[in-house]
T-cell receptor, first 111, second 115 residues
Framework: SQKIEQNSEALNIQEGKTATLTCNYT??????LQWYRQDPGRGPVFLLL?????KEKRKERLKVTFDTTLKQSLFHITASQPADSATYLC??????????FGAGTRLFVKA | EAQVTQNPRYLITVTGKKLTVTCSQN?????MSWYRQDPGLGLRQIYY???????DKGDVPEGYKVSRKEKRNFPLILESPSPNQTSLYFC??????????????FGEGSRLTVL
């Protein structure tokens, strides 16, 4: 069956460190992958997109990698801040009109 | 301001009482979609629409109906709600695939409780 897996356990890190979140998928061949941020009680907000032919994408303190052989994307936040505390969702687009989301990973950044 | 607006934001209802959750976007997006979010399961797609009068089932369409009579509106209809439809619902829209990042714009969510 098709699955997207993100770490279900929360990630706790110290301010200033790099947070690394993982998104693994099986039985998909995504055209591209997106990462979203979701704060409690709010709708998800788009952060970054990476296409199947791209290895890495950066935006300010954010970096996303995409390994279609490993079927994995890594999402990094460098110099993390308490304001980065949120749930981060990965989403796959398979070339059709469906967008499939992972369950998300909660990130806590301690001051 | 570009936005997706859902109503109501909170609703408590009883089993079998028909309800509609409205969704409206002001970005002239062709694509709109409904998701439900449950703890541990993440966002699951209910229905989506590629354009006016064009809709299709997502992964969990049972018990729901949608319509797309106008480009800006995409209401979600629960004809006979049941307690297993208690959830947090999100409406989202985006520009056509292949344009820009395919970014989904989400509403603020509608928390529905069915007793």
């Amino acid at each position: 069956s098709q699955k997207i897996e993100q770490n279900s356990e929360a990630l706790n890190i110290q301010e200033g460190k790099t947070a690394t979140l993982t998104c693994n998928y099986t039985n998909y061949s995504p055209a591209y992958l997106q990462w979203y941020r979701q704060d409690p009680g709010r709708g998800p907000v788009f952060l970054l997109l990476i296409r199947e032919n791209e290895k890495e994408k950066r935006k300010e303190r954010l970096k996303v990698t995409f390994d279609t052989t490993l079927k994995q994307s890594l999402f990094h936040i460098t110099a993390s801040q308490p304001a980065d505390s949120a749930t981060y969702l990965c989403a796959l687009h398979t070339g059709g009109f469906k967008t499939i989301f992972g369950a998300g990973t909660r990130l806590f950044v301690k001051a | 301001e570009a936005q997706v607006t859902q109503n109501p934001r909170y609703l408590i209802t009883v089993t079998g009482k028909k309800l509609t959750v409205t969704c409206s976007q002001n970005m002239n997006h062709e694509y709109m979609s409904w998701y439900r979010q449950d703890p541990g399961l993440g966002l699951r797609q209910i229905y989506y629409s590629m354009n006016v009068e064009v809709t299709d089932k997502g992964d969990v369409p049972e018990g729901y109906k949608v319509s797309r009579k106008e480009k800006r509106n995409f209401p979600l209809i629960l004809e006979s709600p049941s307690p297993n439809q208690t959830s947090l619902y999100f409406c989202a829209s985006s520009a056509p695939r292949g344009i820009g990042t395919g970014e989904l714009f989400f509403g603020e969510g509608s928390r529905l409780t069915v007793l």
